[in-house]
């Protein structure tokens, strides 16, 4: 198994959006096992030509994006091609379908991404999850607030990152987030006559995400992350995420077997899959499954084997290397997302020597660009950065990394009330 170096001379695609967290990673892990990588980039058509990139793709039209992925795969073949983030899984799908590669069907890729239609086969596939509804974005908001039980969650169908996810507790509240969401998505340019959102019951209990790889629909656990932080609504932003988890190892082996069940009822059968569950006195049951990793620059905490890479055993594992046998490295591991706390202008951020300073935190990356606008949740999709930690307690790595997340003060202007706004626009600023 892994025999350095035999994948050298193979050409991979990479299909990823130009803000993704994840092109690094894989493009180090693509480098390491000696492959040619292609990146196929999402841009408009005519940004594609204008900045003379080699394989612009519009994933929003998966059918010319296939399209060009094949014809360019005539000249220079691929033996594989992949999503390096939930924006182009069912465009990979389709393109390995389209060259006779491995991958998940197109529909598993598309239920994973359509959180209506995956509830839709979890319920029938017998998984567990929450009572939901799907509502029309034109619906009279008061009426669908007299027919819901509370609490409840609002969600759009096909974001991520808990954006625009609002839990309501009354008839009120679900009209203000249903409000909020619309605009979210109205935004996104989702049609009004079409659009729909989902509204569910929410799901108490603490909260876990499963990290693992599928081979022909068997899962094989890479790892299993406690969310310490209570994530009660009414906004679900994420933080902190430790492995190895604290649960007992019966629950453990529960959450698996409903990952199991649910990518079965989805059909996804190959490659990474990333779930997130809520346990609570009834057991598990299933917020979300998706054909990807884990988002953001959180793998950068995961090893296995001998140093590999989590994107490295992805790769691996896409070229069809055996990966039962890979476990982790042993020690505690924990990474904190740090969530945007006020929207506005990032002005950067003090303190990052102190935090680096705490024992048992191995990194921090701030990805917030200086000047740059920061949107916090329900409508923003991205954080301020990333702590890293390890040792050989989880309390203990959960715990520097929260000191460490205080000794950071960030300088964020405000956003301007929309009034004020608008009159600097007319005095000619700018912002
Ligand atoms: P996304 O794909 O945008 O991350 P999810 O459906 O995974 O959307 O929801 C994001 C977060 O919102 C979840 O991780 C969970 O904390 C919370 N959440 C979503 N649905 C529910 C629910 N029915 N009950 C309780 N919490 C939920």
Redo the contacts with the bound molecule.
């Keep these: 198994m892994f025999m350095g170096g035999e994948e050298a001379g193979k050409r991979i695609l990479l299909l990823m959006s130009p803000a993704t967290y994840r092109a690094g990673a894989f493009l180090r892990a693509a480098q390491s096992l000696g492959l040619e990588v292609v990146v196929g980039l999402d841009l408009p058509e005519r940004l594609t030509e204008y900045w003379h990139v080699p394989l612009g793709l519009d994933f929003g039209q998966v059918g010319s994006a296939v399209e060009a992925i094949v014809a360019y795969a005539r000249e220079r073949p691929f033996v594989a091609v992949l999503s390096v983030d939930d924006s182009a899984t069912e465009v990979a799908a389709y393109a390995n379908a389209a060259l006779g590669l491995a991958s998940n069907s197109p529909q598993a890729s598309e239920a994973a991404r359509d ?1 209506l239609l995956m509830r839709r086969l979890l319920s029938t596939g017998g998984v567990p999850c ?1 009572v939901f509804r799907n509502v029309g974005l034109q619906a009279e908001p008061g009426w669908i607030a007299s027919q819901v039980s509370y609490p409840c ?1 609002l ?2 169908r096909r ?7 609002i ?1 309501a507790n009354n008839a009120e509240e679900f009209q203000v987030a249903f409000g909020r969401v619309k605009r979210l998505l109205l935004g996104e340019g989702v049609a009004e006559a079409e659009g729909t959102l989902l509204v ?5 209990g603490v ?1 876990v995400a499963l990290e693992g790889l599928l081979t022909d629909g068997q899962l094989k656990v890479l790892t299993l992350f406690d969310k310490p932080d209570p ?1 009660d ?1 009414p906004f ?1 932003e ?1 933080t902190i995420y430790v492995t190895p988890s604290r649960l007992p190892e019966e629950t453990q082996q529960a959450i698996a077997e409903c990952v199991v069940v649910a990518a079965g009822a989805l059909g996804l059968c190959t490659g990474p899959v990333h779930a ?1 569950l ?1 346990v609570n006195e009834g057991g598990p049951m299933l ?2 499954i ?1 054909g990807r990793s884990i988002g953001g620059l959180c793998s950068t905490i995961l090893e296995f084997g001998s140093g590999l890479s989590l994107e490295e055993l992805i790769l691996r594992h896409a070229l069809g290397e055996l990966v039962e046998e890979v476990e982790r490295e042993g020690q505690a591991a924990g990474v904190m997302m740090i969530p945007i706390p006020v929207g506005g202008m990032y002005k950067g951020v003090y303190g990052v020597e102190e935090a680096l300073g705490v024992p048992l935190i191995t990194g921090i990356e701030i990805t917030a660009r200086v000047y740059n606008q920061v949107v916090p949740l329900p409508e923003g999709g991205s954080y301020l950065g990333f702590i890293f930690a390890r040792g050989d307690d989880v309390v203990e790595v959960e715990s520097a990394l929260r000191v460490a997340h205080h000794c950071l003060r960030f300088e964020i202007c405000r956003a301007l009330p929309m009034v004020e706004r608008r009159g600097l626009r007319e005095a000619g600023a700018g912002w």
């Design positions: 959180k929450p969650v969600k759009p974001l991520s990152g808990s954006r625009g996810v839990r569910e019951d929410f799901i108490p909260e994530l609504g679900f994420e997130e809520r917020v979300e998706a």
